[in-house]
Nanobody
Framework: QVQLVESGGGLVQAGGSLRLSCAASGRTFNTYTMGWFRQAPGKEREFVAAIRRSGGSPYYADSVKGRFTISRDNAKNTVYLQMNSLKPEDTAVYYC???????????????WGQGTQVTVSS
């Protein structure tokens, strides 16, 4: 089992940047695919990005491709989401999650953090 704690959310103006972090407990962090998801008020949770156990071949939703970068540091048991050129439509609660396989569906992720709020003002 793994516990996940996100941090780094906040209020930023459109065009600005934020870096989210997700710290994982346990000694098996490098056995999980790590993903970021987000959920805006009144909307379903949506996939943002995922990264393989080794850190290679990250995968992004079209809506964030070219603006967001997912990375991980297995020595620190941490996954990051660098968000640049933020838009008001990026406003949401952002969650990190862990899965055993390389998947993008929220239903296939086994462990979730509590979420961190990102608000982008216009």
């Amino acid at each position: 089992q793994v516990q996940l704690v996100e941090s780094g959310g906040g209020l930023v103006q459109a065009g600005g940047s934020l870096r989210l972090s997700c710290a994982a407990s346990g000694r098996t962090f490098n056995t999980y695919t790590m993903g970021w998801f987000r959920q805006a008020p009144g909307k379903e949770r949506e996939f943002v990005a995922a990264i393989r156990r080794s850190g290679g071949s990250p995968y992004y939703a079209d809506s964030v491709k070219g603006r967001f970068t997912i990375s991980r540091d297995n020595a620190k048991n941490t996954v990051y989401l660098q968000m640049n050129s933020l838009k008001p439509e990026d406003t949401a609660v952002y969650y990190c999650a862990a899965a055993y396989g390389f998947v993008v569906s929220a239903a296939e992720y086994d462990y979730w953090g509590q979420g961190t709020q990102v608000t982008v003002s216009s």
